[in-house]
C-alpha cells in the first residue's frame, strides 16, 4: 500500500516529469524551427562553404602570413586593398567583423556567399562587381586567413 507521503512525492515526481518533458519540446521545436533563406545558425554566423565546424585558432603563425601575403598580392590586390574599398571592400579589420569561419568560407565560396549569404547579398549592392572564384585550397585560404589577421593586429 502507499501511503500519502508516497503518493504527494509521487504526483510531485509526475508533474516534474511532465514539465521537464514540456520545457524539452518546446526548445527542440524552436532549436529546429527552419529559416525561410534556409541557412542554418552556423551559416548565418561562419558563411555557407567548405568550413562547417569553428577552427582552433592560435597566436600568428609566420610562415603562414608569408605565404597568405603571396597569395593577397597575387590574386587579391586586383580588387582588395587593406585600406580602401576598391572593386571590393577593404580587408584590413575584416577578422574583427566576421569569423574567421566566414572568411575562410567567403574566400573558398564566394559565388553562394554572393547569392545566398544575406551579407553577401548586402556586399553585392554595395559592389556593382562580382568577386571571382579564387580556386585556393582550403590551406592556402587558411593562410590568406593569417595574413588577414596579421594585418588586422598591425603587423602588416
Ligand atoms: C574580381 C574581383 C575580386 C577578387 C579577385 C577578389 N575579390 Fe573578394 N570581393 C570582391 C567583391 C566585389 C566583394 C563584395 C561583393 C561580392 O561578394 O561580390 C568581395 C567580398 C569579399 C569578402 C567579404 C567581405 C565582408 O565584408 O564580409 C572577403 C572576405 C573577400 N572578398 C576576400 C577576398 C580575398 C582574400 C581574395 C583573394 C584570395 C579576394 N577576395 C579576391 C571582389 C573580389
Given at each position: 500500500m502507499l501511503s500519502n507521503k508516497d503518493l504527494s512525492f509521487h504526483t510531485l515526481f509526475t508533474n516534474t516529469l511532465v514539465a521537464c518533458c514540456f520545457f524539452l519540446f518546446t526548445f527542440s521545436a524552436c532549436g529546429g524551427e527552419e529559416r525561410e533563406d534556409g541557412l542554418s545558425e552556423f551559416e548565418v554566423e561562419h558563411?555557407?562553404?567548405?568550413?562547417?565546424e569553428r577552427l582552433d585558432i592560435g597566436d600568428l603563425d609566420l610562415e603562414m602570413v608569408n605565404r597568405g601575403s603571396d597569395i593577397f598580392n597575387r590574386l587579391c590586390v586586383a580588387c582588395h586593398q587593406l585600406d580602401a574599398g576598391i572593386t571590393g571592400p577593404a580587408l584590413r579589420n575584416i577578422t574583427e567583423k566576421r569569423s574567421p569561419e566566414f572568411v575562410m568560407n567567403y574566400i573558398l565560396n564566394p559565388r553562394e556567399m554572393t547569392n545566398r549569404h544575406p551579407i553577401g547579398q548586402e556586399l553585392a549592392d554595395q559592389y556593382p562587381g562580382v568577386m571571382a572564384e579564387?580556386?585556393?585550397t582550403r590551406e592556402q585560404a587558411r593562410d590568406v586567413l593569417e595574413y588577414l589577421r596579421a594585418a588586422q593586429q598591425g603587423e602588416i
Open positions: 558563411g555557407i562553404g567548405p568550413v562547417t579564387t580556386g585556393l
